[in-house]
């Protein structure tokens, strides 16, 4: 044991989810409180304190229990522990906040600043299995893949019950929020499909080179953006300026009969108006697999959320960005954030959100 590593004896915190005799049957299943980033040894052969929990909520769980003197927490979107003012204010010895994954909306950043914690994720870990779940949940959604699959579990054959609902993806004009690591590249997956045509909404500009790779044109204006797609994709953080971004207000200028994919986070969109979207028939489908509370509870209301035929939901659990692909990546990301804090190397500049008092990344809102 490293005798210096022991005098600057870290204790880290990492919330993660439950996998139970699935963490045994798959061992790369390593977000997990079972196999715990596969960094368990390496930590304490350090000399460092490593608590595992699952236990986030109130303020009797294990995660505000050990936040009071831990240095490092380490979070992740799937089973997020929110960390709030109130929670950092009892931190009084926490320094970064790593995300395990990407998105860090369950941190309140501004408070971060103030208490100048670090906040930084494993940017672009996942964002390949996002955007293969985006384009998944398009082609369910158009296709009108779920309640076929559904009908023939039940031993049933109706052609026309799901034909009346299934259309073709190409010649479709398909919109993201937000072009970003996730959003480009589900644009770069549609290109091949032949859309009619494909729309970006982002405070930041695509480089031009890259707008033109994928024939995307920029709109400008949210209202006039939503008013000329089919399918519309959810790809931008959650932060002041996209909560409910997609309410009551802003899904009438939605084109009767589209569809709405989110995969980003569930507070981007406003789940009770969706769910009246889709009564009323003018919202045809909505998918994606982030909910604004997590986990969802049974009576959440996208989980009873259908088109005015009975389909049009394809709603997941968090698991677009948890592939074991994706674990891989954000396991070796967090021991490596962490190597370059204990020995106060530099951090990668893609992965900090906040730090110093100020935000690093320019995705978190314009600021
Ligand atoms: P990124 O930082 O590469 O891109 C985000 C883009 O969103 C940026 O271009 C930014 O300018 C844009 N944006 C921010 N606010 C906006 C607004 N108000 N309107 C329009 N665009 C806006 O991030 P990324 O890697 O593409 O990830 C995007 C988000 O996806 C993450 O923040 C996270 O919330 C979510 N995500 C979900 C999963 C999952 O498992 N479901 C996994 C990874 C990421």
Redesign the pocket.
Known sequence: MNPTAVANKEKILAVLYTAGKYAKEQPKLLGTIENKLGIKDWLESQGHEYIVTDDKEGPNSEFQKHIKDATCVITT??HPAYLTRDVMNKADKLKIAITA???S?HIDLNAANERKITVAEV??S??V??AE?VLMTILNLVRNFVPAHEQIMRGEWDVAQVARNSYDLEGKVVGT???????YRVLQRLKPFDCKELLY????ALPKDAADAVGVRRVDDLKDFLSQCDIVTV?????E??HH?INDDTIKSMKPGSWLIN???GAICDAAAVKRAMASGHINGYG???WDTQPAPADHPLRSAFNTMGGGNAMTA?????SLDSQERYANGVKEILDNYFNKKEQNPANLIVTDGQYA?????KR
């Open positions: 979107p799937f994954g990407v998105g909306d940017t672009g996942n964002v299995a996002v779940h929020i937000g072009a970003g690591r996730i959003g909404f982002d405070y930041q790809n931008a953080p959650l932060h300026g996209t971004l995969t980003a986070r994606g697999d982030v968090h698991i677009s960005g948890t990344s320019k995705a978190y809102g």
